[in-house]
């Protein structure tokens, strides 16, 4: 007799409410075996791939490349038995609501692209709406007769909407981007519409294929001449994180402008040090040092308002999260004890995070809990800002563009090299005073990094 599992959207992040479906590894018919990838989601804070904890026959996809799906709705169906008399597969739960309970319960133990919960998730409520009841991780259902019945028929897997971002594997989008090759102008030929590395291939060849109107919708109309993007994934996140945060904490801003001169001549010995040959120091590094290094003469900056307790929670070490431009948006990964790295295992590590960041493979967990962050508007060639702090934190510098300008030395003008900082902060935790010493303590370390060593 065949067994039907029910494979239910997990929370692989604390506080998970839902998902979106960005591609399917496997469609109906298929043979998987245990902690197999069978689909991809994004959440409100990153890509996630997630296995499947059960080998069987994928008998049922219950939803759509492109949709919106909350925790503990059933989105595949596997018979774990295939070898067993055919039978009726379970009919799926409706996508905009958990699955309903199951004959019996099965623990679903924790895999590879999950998080340590155990089995059962409890969503939380939305506002207005009643307490949800816990959803099952897995339903094991008896077919309720065991007369065989033709073996269903796989179901086609609609396009994702457009407007958003190309599905495309991070090696896909790598490829794409030392080709040169526009994914957006690509329709992928995988399932769900995902872009392969044959379809950007042949793209670089000349063979580009704009997507089809019948099956991409682009959400552009051409009578309004405008086109409407769903807000969702990492960008409803940001937005919520950003809102709540400039509502909440007073923010002050305070700038100083300083000449880099010799962290950059100090950068170029260090390339020629045997020790961090193949090392990739950038000014980031340095801001990154000095702030874990100044954070320690000031620990009001990187302490947090805790409204619930009524406290202030001073925190006994730096998870410092930088913030990072993804082709999915804003998120702000984090170096974890950043402040007990030497220079060179910051450079190491600040390297990982940003390529992982720009994959899109930062997991929620690296995002999770930090304590300070390093936002670097100079790449992009722009002076300064007044960036917003974010939730659970105190404070927030700005890196501007080095630029060539006249500097006073030694009562002469001379060209050097600098740097306008900002940092914003929650006037709650931190006085004036403590803030422009942090930033003072900063400016100094960048302007002279040799004043580390009185530190």
Not at 159 to 181: F, Q
Not at 287 to 306: E, F, G, Q, S
Request: glycine share 8%; charged share 20%; proline share 9%.
């Amino acid at each position: 007799m065949p067994t039907y599992k029910q494979f239910p959207l997990a929370d692989t992040a604390e506080g998970l409410t839902e998902a979106d479906i960005l591609s399917w590894h496997v469609k109906p018919g298929d043979t998987v075996t245990v902690n197999q990838i069978v689909v991809e989601i994004e959440t409100a804070k990153a890509a996630v791939e997630l296995p499947i904890p059960w080998a069987g026959v994928v008998t049922e996809l219950h939803v759509e490349p492109g949709q919106t799906v909350e925790v503990g709705t059933a989105i595949l169906t596997i018979d774990v038995d295939p070898g067993g008399a055919a039978a009726p597969a379970p009919a799926a739960a409706p996508a905009s609501a958990p699955a309903s309970a199951p004959a019996e319960e099965e623990e679903m133990k924790p895999l590879v692209g999950y998080g340590s919960k155990a089995v059962v998730t409890q969503r939380r409520a939305r506002k207005g709406a009643a307490p949800a009841a816990p959803a099952p991780a897995a339903a094991v259902v008896a077919p309720p007769a065991p007369a065989p019945v033709a073996a269903p028929a796989p179901a086609p897997v609609a396009a994702p909407r457009g407007g958003y971002v190309p599905l495309a594997k991070p090696p896909v989008r790598k490829l794409a981007k030392d080709l040169g090759v526009d994914l957006h102008a690509l329709t992928g030929t995988a399932s769900g519409g995902v872009i392969t590395r044959d379809d950007v291939e042949r793209a670089a060849n000349g063979a580009v294929v704009a997507p089809a109107a019948s099956t991409v919708d682009t959400g552009y109309d051409p009578a309004t001449r405008e086109r409407r993007v769903p807000i969702k994934g990492v960008r409803k996140m940001t937005a919520a994180a950003m809102v709540q945060s400039a509502y909440t904490a007073p923010h002050v801003t305070e700038f100083l402008t300083i000449d880099v001169t010799p962290m950059l001549e100090f950068r170029e010995k260090l390339k020629k040090s045997r020790e961090f040959a193949g090392v990739k120091v950038t000014p980031l590094t340095f801001a990154a040092k000095a702030v874990c290094l100044a954070a320690k003469r000031t620990p009001d900056i990187n302490a947090v308002w805790d409204e619930a307790a009524q406290e202030i929670v001073f925190k006994d070490y730096v998870h410092l999260g930088i913030a990072a431009a993804t082709p999915r948006g804003l998120i702000v990964p984090k170096v974890r004890d950043a402040d007990s790295l030497s220079l060179k295992e910051l450079a190491q590590a600040l390297t990982t995070l940003t390529d992982v960041a720009r994959e899109g493979k930062t997991s929620p967990a690296d995002m999770a809990n930090g304590t300070i962050t390093i936002t670097n508007v100079g790449v992009f060639g722009v002076d300064t800002g007044t960036p917003i702090i974010n939730p659970g934190e105190s404070a927030i510098l700005c890196l501007g563009a080095i630029k060539d300008q006249p500097w006073v030395v030694d009562g002469e003008i001379k060209v050097r090299k600098v740097l306008q900082l900002s940092l914003s902060f929650d006037h709650r935790v931190v006085d004036g005073q403590q803030g422009s010493e942090f930033l003072a303590d900063v400016g100094a370390l960048l302007a002279d990094p040799a004043m580390a060593m009185t530190y």
